[in-house]
């Protein structure tokens, strides 16, 4: 099934404790991106990826890192959470960059993170 | 940046009945999807479609690339289709790549 799976989907951690949260898709998109979705801001884009060792900030990238080392993986890092990082987190991903001929994302499950 | 409008904000209706849902962007757009964001928080890709008209059983969709408006068509609601419906629009010549989402359409279907 061509999917887009998160891990973990829930998780409370507390303040400053390193996080990883694990993104990967099986359709061999080139694209993929992290959103974030606060009740009130909507969903917000963190970082993207347009391909390998390709990334790129979004709109909110001010406590995050993320890596593309391979082209089905794409992870989220959290180096010192704090409680505003409290959020519902998706990640998405494309067959193309954004901007050309089929662009249409498909998003996981997403991951309720809290941070105390 | 681009701004997305989505109304009516909220809407509550009976079992069976049909609804029209609007989305309205401010500048011209190489992507439109819609989705529904179920009550356990996840997007469910509904259509993606920059310009014409899509359906899909209940639902159908028509966006009007020129007048810068998407409509999204339920028939027939059912229960199931409560949740969140969400209009998002790429970046067409923006700084990031990503889609701008509108802050969305919450729909409650009564039984």
């Known amino acids: 099934e061509a999917q887009v799976t998160q891990n973990p989907r829930y998780l409370i951690t507390v303040t400053g404790k390193k996080l990883t949260v694990t993104c990967s898709q099986n359709?061999?998109?080139?694209?993929m991106s992290w959103y974030r979705q606060d009740p009130g801001l909507g969903l917000r884009q963190i970082y993207y990826?347009?391909?390998?060792?390709?990334?790129d900030k979004g709109d909110v990238p001010e406590g995050y890192k993320v890596s593309r080392k391979e082209k089905r993986n794409f992870p989220l890092i959290l180096e010192s959470p704090s409680p505003n990082q409290t959020s519902l987190y998706f990640c998405?991903?494309?067959?193309?960059?954004?901007?050309?001929?089929?662009?249409?994302?498909?998003f996981g499950p997403g991951t309720r993170l809290t941070v105390l | 940046g681009i701004q997305v409008e989505q109304s009516p904000p909220d809407l509550i209706l009976q079992e069976g009945a049909n609804s029209t849902l609007r989305c309205n962007f401010s500048d011209s757009v190489n992507n439109l999807q819609w989705f529904h964001q179920n009550p356990w928080g996840q997007l469910i890709n509904l259509f993606y479609?920059?310009?014409g008209t899509k359906q899909n059983g209940r639902l159908s969709a028509t966006t009007v690339a020129t007048e810068r408006y998407s409509l999204l068509y339920i028939s027939s609601s059912q229960t199931t289709d409560s949740g969140v419906y969400f209009c998002?629009?790429?970046?067409?010549?923006?700084?990031?790549?990503?889609?701008?989402f509108g802050k969305g359409t919450h729909l409650i279907i009564q039984p």
């Open positions: 998002a629009v790429d970046h067409s010549g923006g700084g990031a790549d990503g889609l701008t």
């Open positions: 998405a991903s494309s067959p193309v960059g954004l901007g050309k001929t089929y662009n249409e994302q498909f």
């Open positions: 990826s347009m391909n390998v060792e390709v990334t």
């Open positions: 479609i920059p310009s």
């Open positions: 359709m061999n998109h080139e694209y």
